[in-house]
Structure formats: structure tokens, C-alpha cells
């Protein structure tokens, strides 16, 4: 049997996780402020730079804002979805994730976003991915650029449909990173306008799941289409970690 060596977990780290614990439960709220450098040195019993390495950590995760030489305490800042885009997009970035893992990750988001949409659409969401599917006519026409625009619009109008922002911002991260480690697939398409014009088709088909509140076929969609463009870019023997989804 074999152990893995252990990392010694410093102090600054105690001191950051304690107040994001005091943050998560509600006991400090946004727009309160921390103590003192000095009295968190205190109540902490730690010394002054274990206490200035915790506020720049918490800091840089954009819970607090801390001003030099504020003598009210650093505030504890609101939860913003621009920190969690941000915090979102360097973990899909990161390394150790493959393109079949992000697959994988926006197959289960998209597939939940369809089903959700269509259950949970109101006549202003329809009209809004009306609007978008609209624009990728005009897109097929026009190019590209504009047509790519009009797909992010009538996928985000979908996440909106949904009423959860995790969902958007989650999508939105997802879909980028993928479109960007595959973003060759139109670039040496034998035919940019034939293959404008099937994913055209996919989204009418969508469109029309979603007015009929079919979310099980929506999903179905989305996650088959998402599968049938994108999975030949995963190595084969990863493939097994999408094909669940399809079942």
C-alpha cells in the first residue's frame, strides 16, 4: 500500500476558509465588513502577514474589497456572475480538462437548458428565439460572423428560458472554450453554406420541440447534434464518456 504525500496546509488558509464558511451560511452578509487587520490577528491568533495573505486571497476571488488604510475593515461583496464566469472559464481552461470532459460537461447542460426551456417558456422567450433563428437565415446569406452571432443568441435565449443564471453563465463559458478548440470545423468545411444550412434545420427543429413543450426531444436534440459535430474531434476511446448521453 502506497500513501501520497501530504501538503501542509498553511495558516492563511484556515483564516480564508473560516470567513468564506461565515459568508456561505449567511452570518456575514454582503455589505458588512470584516474586522480589523489587528483584531482579526486577535481572533485568529496568527500574525499580521497571514492576515494580509487571507484578505489578498479573498480579495482576488472578489469576495471582499479592501482599501489601504480603510479603518472600517475590508466589505464582503455581493456574489457576482462576472466572478463566476470568470472562475469558470480558468477552470475550463485548465490543463488536465480534455475536450471529451468539456463535451461531456456541455451535453449535460445543454440537454437540461432544452428540456427546461421547453417546459418552462413563455410567449416572450419564444419570440426571442424566433428573433435569432431569424437572424441565422439571414446569416446563411450574409456569412459566417453573422451567422455564429445569431447561434450564440438563440442558445443564450434558450439558457434564459431556464430562469437559472447558473445555467446561463455555465453555457456560456461551456460553449466558448469547446467552439474555440474545434473552430477549424467551418474553416475546412468543403461547403460553409450546405453546413450553415443543416445546423439552420437543427435549430428549427428545436424551435419547434420547445413551442410544443416536448422537452424530452429537445434535449434529445441538442445533445445528439452537439455529439454528431463535435465527437470526432475526441480521440475514440474517449467517445464512451458521451455516448451514455444519447441513450
Do not use: C
Amino acid at each position: 500500500m502506497e500513501f501520497e504525500p501530504v501538503a501542509p496546509v498553511r495558516a492563511y488558509q484556515r483564516v480564508v476558509e473560516q470567513i468564506e464558511e461565515a459568508v456561505f451560511s449567511g452570518r456575514i452578509k454582503p455589505g458588512d465588513r470584516l474586522p480589523s487587520e489587528r483584531e482579526l490577528m486577535v481572533q485568529f491568533d496568527v500574525g499580521r502577514s497571514t492576515v494580509r495573505e487571507a484578505l489578498r486571497v479573498l480579495q482576488a476571488a472578489e469576495m471582499i474589497r479592501s482599501r489601504p488604510g480603510d479603518p472600517r475593515g475590508p466589505e464582503v461583496l455581493a456574489a457576482s456572475p462576472a466572478a463566476l464566469h470568470r472562475s469558470m472559464h480558468r477552470l475550463a481552461r485548465a490543463d488536465h480538462l480534455g475536450l471529451s470532459e468539456l463535451l461531456q460537461f456541455r451535453m449535460v447542460l445543454d440537454g437540461s437548458a432544452h428540456l427546461l426551456a421547453a417546459q418552462l417558456r413563455t410567449e416572450d422567450h419564444l419570440a426571442e428565439l424566433d428573433a435569432a433563428l431569424e437572424a441565422m437565415r439571414a446569416g446563411v446569406a450574409k456569412g459566417f460572423a453573422e451567422f455564429s452571432h445569431a447561434d450564440v443568441a438563440f442558445h443564450e435565449a434558450i439558457a434564459r428560458a431556464t430562469g437559472n443564471p447558473l445555467l446561463v453563465i455555465s453555457g456560456e463559458v461551456v460553449r466558448g472554450v469547446v467552439l474555440e478548440l474545434i473552430e477549424d470545423k467551418l474553416e475546412h468545411a468543403d461547403d460553409r453554406t450546405a453546413l450553415m444550412r443543416n445546423w439552420l434545420a437543427h435549430h428549427e427543429e428545436v424551435l419547434g420541440a420547445i413551442r410544443d413543450s416536448d422537452g424530452e426531444r429537445a434535449s434529445r436534440l441538442a445533445k445528439q447534434a452537439l455529439y454528431d459535430n463535435y465527437a470526432e474531434y475526441v480521440p475514440e476511446e474517449q467517445r464512451r464518456l458521451l455516448q451514455p448521453l444519447l441513450a
